[in-house]
């Protein structure tokens, strides 16, 4: 499987600047290994605001609902990468910075999952981004030579 990016923007690296995420420099990007199958690598909770009333009229027997637009959306990515290659302090640090910033408002996050459907490519822009809510990890294998991990962001923009 292709590895996948977690990336952030800032103002002087926005997509004029640096239209690849992969050319961004290397503090801003990390580099992981998605597990080989798309269905454990990625969780989804999506979420529109239906809102259901009952009528005033005594004895009715009507559900109303409307629809009043998109409500959430929560993505769960999992992946792993080699000890020592930087990334433990560089997820870490990802998960301490402020999330947005004057031009990324909706989130400076994004995701590049190659092997993934093409709406998981997530490039943060003026009109959408991605927040980091949180992640969790642990070392794994005989001597822990691999980190695996999961970060949980929320998507801002128009769905």
């Known amino acids: 499987m292709a590895n996948?990016?977690?990336?952030?923007r800032t103002p002087t690296?926005?997509?004029?600047a640096v239209p690849d995420p992969n050319n961004l420099p290397a503090a801003q990007k990390l580099l992981f290994t998605p597990?080989?199958?798309l269905a454990?690598?990625?969780?989804?909770?999506?979420?529109?605001n239906i809102v259901r009333k009952v009528p005033p009229k005594p004895g009715g027997r009507k559900l109303i609902q409307t629809d009043e637009g998109f409500k959430?959306?929560?993505l769960t990515l999992s992946g792993n990468f080699i000890v020592g290659s930087s990334n433990e302090d560089k997820l870490f640090d990802f998960t301490k910075l402020v999330q947005s910033d004057d031009f990324h408002v909706l989130g400076n996050f994004g995701i590049l999952y190659p092997n993934g459907p093409d709406y998981l490519n997530i490039?943060?822009?003026?009109t959408k981004?991605?927040?980091i809510m949180n992640r969790t990890g642990k070392h794994i294998g005989i001597t822990k030579e691999i980190f695996d991990f999961s970060v949980t962001v929320s998507?801002?923009?128009t769905a």
């Open 4 to 8: 996948a990016l977690l990336f952030f």
């Open 13 to 16: 690296t926005d997509q004029t």
């Open 35 to 37: 597990p080989d199958d």
């Open 40 to 48: 454990s690598g990625i969780d989804e909770s999506w979420d529109n």
């Open 72 to 74: 959430g959306w929560i």
């Open 123 to 126: 490039d943060p822009d003026d």
């Open 129 to 131: 981004g991605l927040m």
């Open 155 to 157: 998507f801002g923009g």
